[in-house]
Nanobody, 127 residues
Framework: QLQLLESGGGLVQPGGSLRLSCAAS????????IGWFRQAPGKEREGVSC????????YYGDSVKGRFTIATDNAKNAVYLQMNNLKPEDTAVYYC????????????????????WGQGTQVTVSS
């Protein structure tokens, strides 16, 4: 059973940066992509960024393009989300998930189709 553990969340001022980490453990090779999703209070969970661990292809949601960067370290079974120029509207619980999507865009677009989820990490952007 694959387990995902997020870390790196916290409180940051607008314009600041955070780096989230998602560590995968346990045995499972039936996933081909890992993504970051977020859920703000009163809103639906949405895809933020997704990456293929096979070919490195990436997808970013429109609201984070140019500010967030997703990357993998396959040797460490980890995925990172570098978040720069954070805005108050980025405040949410951030989750990582794993699945076998047809494309990373599909993965990020269909939140409910993920096979594995982490427990989430809170990101708060406030002055």
């Amino acid at each position: 059973q694959l387990q995902l553990l997020e870390s790196g969340g916290g409180l940051v001022q607008p314009g600041g940066s955070l780096r989230l980490s998602c560590a995968a453990s346990g045995f499972s090779r039936d996933y081909t992509a890992i993504g970051w999703f977020r859920q703000a209070p009163g809103k639906e969970r949405e895809g933020v960024s997704c990456i293929s661990i096979r070919d490195g292809s990436t997808y970013y949601g429109d609201s984070v393009k140019g500010r967030f960067t997703i990357a993998t370290d396959n040797a460490k079974n980890a995925v990172y989300l570098q978040m720069n120029n954070l805005k108050p509207e980025d405040t949410a619980v951030y989750y990582c998930a794993a699945s076998t999507p047809r494309t990373v865009q599909v993965m990020c677009s269909y939140t409910s189709f993920q096979d594995y989820w982490g427990q989430g990490t809170q990101v708060t952007v406030s002055s």
